[in-house]
């Protein structure tokens, strides 16, 4: 069980263009998800916290206007990187937690990894 | 900021029961103690996590010491494919998962 599934595993695109990446749990309910990004030879750094209902929180400089994040229902949520550029390129990972109780393991997905020309 | 240290990296032969230590010497009465593993190019995977008893699963086992200040995490048979980056990271109730750089562990044949 506790299966997140994110999509597109990978995108290619021109400067300028907004993409959307989607975040599913698929066994289990998500109040809470979680937007990671990752450059090469890094750690992950946590992006913004979602929260079914509700606006996101992001973290210290994460630009709100520039990544979108909509969870609209307990199994979705998802991310749009507007007027993307290249030094927006790197490597997404959302992550999820079941309603139940708060000290319950997060789960990732697979990773979305961005490449902006 | 993390609040855990692990060493940078780490070798163990195929087979062989590879051991990752964790010092978390600030970790508060609360804090739960999870250990993810990111295999490259993929999202991080649950491996195991513990309050203050032992824990073992069909993965690993997580051994955590009395006064909680450390930890271990054994897996027992490693192979190849348990080469990986892990992270050992404390966390409690709503607090966000902070990873820091975690430990490269290299399986060798």
């Known amino acids: 069980g506790a299966v997140v599934s994110q999509h597109p595993s990978r995108v290619i695109c021109k400067s300028g263009t907004s993409v959307k990446i989607e975040c599913r749990s698929l066994?289990?309910?998500?109040?809470?998800m979680f937007w990671y990004r990752q450059f090469p030879k890094q750690s992950l750094m946590l992006m913004a916290t979602?929260?079914?209902?509700?606006?996101?929180?992001?973290e210290q400089g994460v630009e709100k206007d520039k990544f979108l994040i909509n969870h609209a229902s307990l199994t979705l949520s998802t991310l749009t990187v507007t007027s993307a550029h290249p030094e927006d390129s790197s490597f997404y990972i959302c992550?999820?937690?079941?309603?139940?109780?708060?000290?319950?393991?997060?789960?990732f997905g697979d990773g979305t990894r961005l490449s902006i020309l | 900021d993390a609040k855990t240290t692990q060493p940078t990296s780490m070798d163990c032969a195929e087979g062989r029961a590879a051991n990752l230590p964790c010092n978390h010497s600030?970790?508060?009465?609360?804090?739960?103690v999870y250990w993810y593993r990111q295999i490259h190019s993929q999202g991080p995977q649950y491996i195991i996590h513990?309050?203050?008893n032992n824990e073992t699963n069909e993965m690993a086992s997580l051994i955590i010491t009395e006064d909680r200040k450390s930890s271990t995490l054994i897996l027992p048979h490693a192979t190849l494919r348990d080469t990986a980056v892990y992270y050992c990271?404390?966390?409690?109730?709503?607090?966000?998962?902070?990873f820091g750089q975690g430990t490269r562990l290299t399986i060798n044949p």
């Open positions: 990271i404390v966390r409690a109730g709503a607090q966000k998962l902070v």
């Open positions: 600030t970790i508060s009465g609360n804090e739960y």
């Open positions: 992550s999820a937690r079941k309603t139940v109780s708060s000290n319950q393991p997060q789960h």
């Open positions: 513990g309050l203050k």
């Open positions: 979602s929260n079914e209902g509700s606006k996101a929180t992001y």
């Open positions: 066994d289990f309910q998500a109040t809470t």
